[in-house]
């Protein structure tokens, strides 16, 4: 597998067949997709032009980028439909692999896919893993000096570049303490959290925990599962106090 850098812009082909859909209409279908690391965290799909079946219409904007030039902005028609600046070409590009590429902006997309199987947020990296492990280590979490969880059964999720999660039973989570809050989030690896503020006190700590009721396969472990951000709370394992990880959480 090749690879390209320049700047922090990160550049591999990819094996998966991917497809972009807007209102159930195709919009690329390629089996040579590539990965662009746009920024640091994960990857963005560029789509061969050959491979887009939409109609590509220039605006007549750019977007400069230090490390691939002149990004021409285009508008993404298919079958009367039209998504606006939801594409972007760098025919004159200093990294030779993205000229015949088109960016097509994921959140203007109605449905991404990876072979068969739906993917939210954005493309999964190939050097991100989630491993979930069964643990008996004593878990206890503190929040301005109060126990809100007391756990001997977490779950605890190892995943790539983040301090590790430790998912804890609702029966051994102070669950009076905590109330609903609207807040989602989604991950590609995961699936879509529900959040919780926590009351300690007369203090609400606002979207301080949170649980997937429903995983993505992958993570069925943690269905159901309450977890909190030990960045922000005092987190006692095994007996010891854990330093507060630095995470972009934090």
Request: proline share 11%.
């Amino acid at each position: 597998m090749t690879e390209t850098n320049r700047g922090r812009v990160r550049i591999e082909p990819s094996a998966k067949r991917v497809r972009a859909y807007v209102a159930g209409r195709l919009v690329a279908d390629t089996s040579t997709p590539w990965l662009v690391w746009e920024g640091p965290h994960y990857p963005t799909y560029y789509i061969p032009l050959a491979d887009v079946r939409a109609e590509l219409k220039p605006t007549g904007g750019t977007h400069r980028s230090p490390s691939r030039g002149d990004g021409v902005e285009h508008d993404v028609l298919v079958d009367g439909l039209t998504k606006p600046a939801a594409a972007l070409r760098y025919p004159d590009s200093p990294l030779p692999d993205l000229r015949d590429l088109v960016r097509l902006d994921w959140n203007a997309m109605d449905e991404w896919f990876e072979e068969d199987e739906p993917v939210y947020v954005h493309p999964r990296s190939p050097y991100t893993r989630v491993d979930i492990l069964a643990s008996s280590r004593h878990i206890r979490v503190e929040i301005d000096g109060e126990t809100v969880a007391d756990s001997h059964s977490p779950r605890i999720l190892f995943e790539t570049g983040l301090p590790p999660r430790y998912y804890l039973p609702m029966t051994d989570v102070r669950m009076d303490l905590l109330t609903p809050s609207p807040t989602r989030t989604s991950c590609p690896y995961k699936g879509t959290a529900e959040y919780f503020t926590v009351h300690t006190g007369d203090t609400p700590h606002p979207d301080l925990a949170w649980l997937y009721r429903h995983p993505l396969p992958e993570s069925q472990k943690i269905a159901g599962l309450v977890c909190f951000y030990n960045e922000k709370v005092d987190t006692y394992v095994d007996g010891r106090l854990q330093p507060r990880p630095e995470s972009p959480f934090s």
